[in-house]
């Protein structure tokens, strides 16, 4: 309660609000229903995930436009392959704990085409902002090289696994996300 009206004072009632439903839908019916019952856990519960830059856009605008919700995209499509490839390589942990993962339900083939897929998606997501002219170029070019280095990693794995190859890809994720929001704060700020 305390945190809630601190949210509403200090920010907005939309803020509050879309805090509230992530909130909810992060604890109860992710980590309760989702998590334990689907194989696509990561790609429903990433929705929770790619909720902080909504929540900062309304704490300062209180309302949701196109920015915010492009953001949340990109964040949306990262998860997957981000996550796919940490339980790659990391299968028996996710075995032991009886988490559906989709490696676990579908097994490693499927496992990867599913995360070339959403890398592929990912790659057109992230150009979005470029389309509405939130950014220019600049983030156009980094989008561009680094979600091609991201497809060229899944590819690779995808031809060739070894859990090496998977760790590469997990951590690779990491860096990609980091760049490509480096990439649209710089662009915006500077081009």
Same mark, same amino acid.
């Given at each position: 309660?305390?945190?809630?009206?601190?949210?509403?004072?200090?920010?907005?009632?939309?803020?509050?609000?879309?805090?509230?439903?992530?909130?909810?839908?992060?604890?109860?019916?992710?980590?309760?229903? #989702?998590? %334990?019952?689907?194989?696509?856990?990561?790609?429903?519960?990433? @929705? !929770?995930? /790619?909720?902080?830059?909504? $929540?900062?856009?309304?704490?300062?605008?209180?309302?949701?436009?196109?920015?915010?919700?492009?953001?949340?995209?990109?964040?949306?499509?990262?998860?997957?392959?981000?996550?796919?490839?940490?339980?790659?390589?990391?299968?028996?942990?996710?075995?032991?704990?009886?988490?559906?993962?989709?490696?676990?339900?579908?097994?490693?083939?499927?496992?990867?085409?599913?995360?070339?897929?959403?890398?592929?998606?990912?790659?057109?997501?992230? #150009?979005? %902002?470029?389309?509405?002219?939130?950014?220019?170029?600049?983030? @156009? !070019?980094? /989008?561009?090289?680094?979600? $091609?280095?991201?497809?060229?990693?899944?590819?690779?794995?995808?031809?060739?696994?070894?859990?090496?190859?998977?760790?590469?890809?997990?951590?690779?994720?990491?860096?990609?996300?980091?760049?490509?929001?480096?990439?649209?704060?710089?662009?915006?700020?500077?081009?």
């Amino acid at each position: 309660a305390l945190g809630s009206a601190v949210l509403i004072v200090t920010t907005n009632v939309l803020t509050w609000a879309l805090t509230l439903a992530t909130f909810f839908g992060y604890s109860f019916i992710y980590t309760l229903y #989702l998590k %334990p019952n689907t194989p696509q856990n990561i790609v429903i519960g990433g @929705a !929770a995930g /790619a909720m902080p830059p909504v $929540l900062g856009w309304t704490a300062v605008a209180n309302d949701v436009s196109a920015p915010p919700l492009l953001l949340f995209l990109i964040i949306f499509a990262w998860t997957p392959p981000h996550f796919w490839a940490l339980a790659l390589y990391r299968v028996e942990d996710y075995e032991k704990s009886g988490l559906p993962m989709l490696p676990i339900t579908h097994g490693r083939d499927f496992t990867l085409l599913n995360m070339l897929l959403y890398t592929f998606i990912l790659l057109g997501v992230s #150009l979005l %902002p470029v389309a509405i002219r939130m950014n220019s170029w600049l983030y @156009a !070019a980094a /989008a561009v090289i680094l979600g $091609l280095r991201f497809i060229q990693l899944v590819w690779n794995l995808k031809n060739d696994y070894t859990d090496q190859k998977s760790k590469a890809v997990f951590r690779y994720s990491l860096t990609y996300l980091s760049l490509l929001f480096a990439a649209l704060l710089v662009d915006h700020y500077l081009i």
